[in-house]
T-cell receptor
Framework: DARVTQTPRHKVTEMGQEVTMRCQPILGHNTVFWYRQTMMQGLELLAYFRNRAPLDDSGMPKDRFSAEMPDATLATLKIQPSEPRDSAVYFC???????????????FGEGSWLTVV | TQLLEQSPQFLSIQEGENLTVYCNSSSVFSSLQWYRQEPGEGPVLLVTVVTGGEVKKLKRLTFQFGDARKDSSLHITAAQPGDTGLYLCADVPDSGGGADGLTFGKGTHLIIQP
């Protein structure tokens, strides 16, 4: 059963530390998204890639966040330095040419729960 | 920037009751998706609606897309505890290659009590 895999599932870290979250998209999917979910803001799009190329990271604080896709099987989201306000659930999602015209959907991972103290 | 408003924000009802939750947009949807998110999991797609006035059914769930494609509703008949979760609506960009991400509402937190 193909699924998006995220690690770590849970992370507690101290303010100022570097945090790296990893995502393995579903094999064959060419589009990868990073979302952040909080109670206050809901699900927010941080960045996405198509065919490993970054297309939009306007939702991401540039000074401390970075997203990369070193190969087709791995996407990473890094926060350096981390701050308490970064505490949230970070979701990775992947799809094959998703969108209204194609009718293809995206599939979410189970999320990485980050707490920065 | 499109704003998606979902209501109610929280809803707790008894098993067997019926309920409706709503999703409204400040602008016309390209197409709209409804997701359910269970605790500790990522959102899972329930349905996609594209055409104004469209009605889709998924077992006890009925999804309706407004004629003007600016609103949608989800009706659950005879709710079960397994229906508990966060129900999210999302605007799906009509961008051909699909490179744009979904814009989500903040969701309706639904609790069905046995």
């Amino acid at each position: 059963d193909a699924r998006v895999t995220q690690t770590p599932r849970h992370k507690v870290t101290e303010m100022g530390q570097e945090v790296t979250m990893r995502c393995q998209p579903i094999l064959g999917h060419n589009t990868v998204f990073w979302y952040r979910q909080t109670m206050m803001q809901g699900l927010e799009l941080l960045a996405y890639f198509r065919n490993r190329a970054p297309l939009d990271d306007s939702g991401m604080p540039k000074d401390r966040f970075s997203a990369e896709m070193p190969d087709a099987t791995l996407a990473t989201l890094k926060i350096q330095p981390s701050e308490p306000r970064d505490s949230a659930v970070y979701f990775c999602a992947s799809g094959l040419d998703p969108g209204g015209l194609s009718g293809n959907t995206i599939y979410f991972g189970e999320g990485s729960w980050l707490t920065v103290v | 920037t499109q704003l998606l408003e979902q209501s109610p924000q929280f809803l707790s009802i008894q098993e067997g009751e019926n309920l409706t939750v709503y999703c409204n947009s400040s602008s016309v949807f390209s197409s709209l998706q409804w997701y359910r998110q269970e605790p500790g999991e990522g959102p899972v797609l329930l349905v996609t609606v594209v055409t104004g006035g469209e009605v889709k059914k998924l077992k006890r769930l009925t999804f309706q897309f407004g004629d003007a494609r600016k609103d949608s509703s989800l009706h659950i008949t005879a709710a079960q505890p397994g229906d508990t979760g966060l129900y999210l609506c999302a605007d799906v960009p009509d961008s051909g290659g699909g490179a744009d991400g979904l814009t989500f509402g903040k969701g309706t937190h639904l609790i069905i009590q046995p």
